[in-house]
């Protein structure tokens, strides 16, 4: 497996959409424990299960992502005005598991029934781009920011990508 120049690689995935089983948050870990900072060792961090989001989960992402673009806007190639105009449905299809896109898929960091950060992978689906995949739309709100969630949510991606058949590298965006 070879990645381009300043890209992340990674194998394939099977997305686990609308399973709702809260995955490790960080690799050794319970799945709701708390996990070590990346900014210092021994820190303890809030605990957070990290999962697929399906389309039950649609209003929270939507009002997360306005969030995020709201608070980012140069971090999207999405904009708040144009996104706010989307009915929760679009996030409902968005998140809804697609055997015509069966690398795309969106994770949640969750505390209790708190989303706190979301990131996602969309894959390349032309004949020559179809072992590549983008990792998309990554926010964590700032009240958490700091404590790893971040981290625990690229990681847990990485793992749902390199478990499957298909994909050759991850581009970070």
């Known amino acids: 497996m070879s990645a381009a120049p300043g890209r992340s690689q ?6 686990p959409q ?5 995955v490790s948050a960080a690799p050794g870990r319970s799945q709701a424990s708390s996990h070590r900072s990346p900014q210092g060792e021994g820190t303890p961090v809030i605990p957070v299960a990290i999962r697929a989001l399906g389309p039950q989960d649609a209003a929270g992402y939507h009002a997360l992502r306005l969030r995020a673009l709201r608070e980012h806007p140069e971090a999207f190639t999405s904009s708040f005005e144009e996104e706010s105009v989307k009915p929760v449905c679009w996030a409902e299809q968005r998140l809804s598991a697609s055997a015509e896109r069966p690398h795309d898929f969106f994770l949640g960091a969750f505390q209790g029934d708190d989303l706190l950060g979301m990131l996602g992978l969309q894959g390349r689906y032309r004949p ?3 072992h590549n995949a983008s990792v998309v739309g990554m926010y964590v709100v700032p009240e958490f920011a700091g404590q790893g969630i971040g ?21 970070l965006t």
């Open 151 to 171: 981290l625990a949510l690229l990681r847990e991606l990485i793992r749902l990508a390199s478990a499957g058949a298909g994909l050759e590298q991850l581009d």
């Open 18 to 22: 609308g399973e709702g089983t809260p």
């Open 10 to 15: 990674a194998s394939s995935h099977r997305s």
């Open 128 to 130: 020559k781009e179809r």
